[in-house]
């Protein structure tokens, strides 16, 4: 099961037997209230620096969000989505709730893009599913629907079941869908990440396809949060998570380790080329 994705000249292959792929999460204003400021001001300067910062630390695809209060996503995220692809060569995850952007930011786009996302409600399938056959995409799909996001891992399945059919009537293939197992907040609920690495789980043993997550939603509202990243994201690739949503500039080394752990990086050469560039940043 290989999802390939692909920038103005490099490509990406997420599959179970390649090392974790990083999508890079800082393109984003959530919880940055500077870059949300400045995206509402028209101000795209920090774009490119937080392209090149990633991809230096590790990150082999690039999340780029500029959903800010007051921004035209429509006219923005293109824009945001050409300095991405000036700045540096990887390929984007086209991250908006709303279709109209994903069409506007697709029609630009140089490669072969992932969509940021669709999920299990009616209106979003319809919405986004055609965009991901037209333009070729691949596309992460939450396990959420109408009702909301279900408390079982099985309940979870059953909407990603649902997801995978959607899309295969419409020429989507399963290799084309990264599912997101919905990593929720543990200081709601202290067994939110069990449930999620059942749902990955059971994601990887019944469907068999590629898996993204948003590790960092789950340790909000607890102290030494990155240490809670590192910890939640061992849970979660072991489960079968391979290209996670993360801060490449505190987990790459980790995800390095964990991959060594799993028997995905040959004498440990990518854990010691990491570890390598990060001494070499610090003196």
């Keep these: 099961m290989q999802t390939l994705l692909k920038g103005i000249n490099q490509e990406v292959i997420i599959s179970p037997e390649h090392p974790t792929a990083i999508i890079g999460e800082r393109i984003n204003p959530t919880g940055r209230k500077v870059f949300s400021a400045e995206l509402e001001a028209g101000d795209l300067s920090r774009i490119a620096r937080d392209a090149q910062a990633q991809v230096d630390a590790g990150a082999v695809i690039l999340d780029v969000n500029v959903g800010a209060a007051r921004v035209d996503e429509v ?67 939450l396990c959420m629907g109408d009702d909301g996001i279900p408390e079982t891992a ?24 990264l599912f997101d197992p919905l990593a929720m907040t543990i200081s709601v609920n202290h067994r939110a990440a069990q449930v999620t690495i059942d749902t990955a789980h059971a994601i990887r043993g019944e469907l068999g396809t590629n898996m993204t997550i948003g590790a960092s939603n789950t340790s909000h509202g607890m102290p030494d949060r990155q240490l809670l990243n590192t910890v939640f994201l061992a849970g979660f690739i072991q489960a079968g998570v391979n290209a996670p949503i993360c801060n490449p500039l505190t987990n790459t080394l980790a995800v390095r380790a964990i991959d060594l752990m799993q028997g995905l990086d040959e004498w440990g050469m990518r854990y010691i080329q990491t570890y390598r560039k990060l001494q070499a940043s610090q003196s």
């Excluded at 979870?156 to 899309?167: G, Y």
């Design 154 to 177: 099985e309940q979870r399945l059953a909407i990603a079941q649902n997801i995978l059919e959607a899309a295969q009537a419409v020429g989507v293939p399963p290799e084309d869908i």
């Design 75 to 141: 006219q923005m995220l293109p824009e945001a989505v050409r300095i991405v692809q000036d700045t540096v060569d990887v390929p984007i995850s086209i991250d908006s709730s709303n279709p109209e952007a994903l069409k506007a930011a697709l029609k630009v786009y140089k490669g072969r893009a992932l969509i940021n996302s669709v999920n299990g409600e009616k209106e979003r399938l319809t919405q986004v599913l055609p965009l991901v056959a037209e333009y070729g995409a691949a596309v992460i799909a």
